[in-house]
Structure formats: C-alpha cells, structure tokens
C-alpha cells in the first residue's frame, strides 16, 4: 500500500535560528507584533510499505539517515 510521510524538521530548543531572526525583525519593521517565530522544513515522502507502522518506522530511518541531524534538529512524522 502506499502511504505518505509529512515529516517536520525543527531547530532544537536553544540552537540559533538567524533565518528566523531576521524574518522576525523584517515582519516587526512591516508593523506585525511578533511574539515569537521558528523555521522549519517540512518534507512529504510517499512510498510504499506494508502497513502504516512499518511506514512510520521507515519515515523515522529517513530522518535519522538524511532528513535531520539529531544533535540540532526535532523531528515529527505523521504517516496517511
């Protein structure tokens, strides 16, 4: 069956995020009150496997091997 991954690749609490900092800072000078504001990644990946909990499992291998790098990067799967 095929399924589809949404992967979402975020910046670790306390790891700097300049591209981040300077959208903030542009949309305040643009007169939007911003509390906070993060970059992240998504990645849509469809594939076949045999079920939705071995697409889950290989979805989670992708990000360890490419998608993110652990010692910076969060990473959520939602497998359809």
């Given at each position: 069956m095929t399924y589809e991954a949404v992967v979402r690749v975020t910046l670790k609490e306390g790891v700097l995020d300049p591209e981040a900092k300077t959208i903030r800072k542009s949309l305040e000078r643009l007169g939007f009150d911003i509390d906070d504001l993060h970059t992240a990644d998504e990645y849509v990946v469809e594939f076949d496997a045999e079920n939705k909990e071995t697409a889950r499992e290989e979805a989670?291998?992708?990000?360890?091997?490419?998608?993110?790098?652990?010692?910076i990067h969060d990473y959520t799967v939602e497998v359809r």
């Open positions: 989670e291998e992708m990000c360890e091997a490419l998608l993110a790098n652990p010692t």
